[in-house]
Nanobody, 120 residues
Framework: QVQLVESGGGLVQAGGSLRLSCAASGSIFSMYDMGWYRQAPGKQRELVADITSTGRANYVDSVKGRFTISRDNAKNTVYLQMNSLKPEDTAVYSC??????????????WGKGTLVTVSS
């Protein structure tokens, strides 16, 4: 019904930048909160940042001042601009969206994830 597809991951040196994108498609009537999560090897998945439909953003303390989440509601897309990357930012980054479908069912959807590797 609804698909989320991430892009923009890759290998970058410490101090570098990457921009992740997540595009939602399918039977979308409306989208509510969207967010980025990450899971590093051997660690639990954590919320990195999320953003409401009106643009209010929330960040985990470890990325404040370095990452910026934004969204384009017309394109059903959420972005994560990551600056001053650190090796500890290495993880699989997945996007999440709270979606009301055209059949008026509401649930969360997940993308498959994109790998971000930061070398020291």
């Amino acid at each position: 019904q609804v698909q989320l597809v991430e892009s923009g991951g890759g290998l970058v040196q410490a101090g570098g930048s990457l921009r992740l994108s997540c595009a939602a498609s399918g039977s979308i009537f409306s989208m509510y909160d969207m967010g980025w999560y990450r899971q590093a090897p051997g660690k639990q998945r954590e919320l990195v940042a999320d953003i409401t439909s009106t643009g209010r953003a929330n960040y985990v303390d470890s990325v404040k001042g370095r990452f910026t989440i934004s969204r384009d509601n017309a394109k059903n897309t959420v972005y994560l601009q990551m600056n001053s990357l650190k090796p500890e930012d290495t993880a699989v980054y997945s996007c999440n969206a709270d979606v009301l479908t055209t059949s008026f069912s509401r649930r969360e959807y997940w993308g498959k994830g994109t790998l971000v590797t930061v070398s020291s």
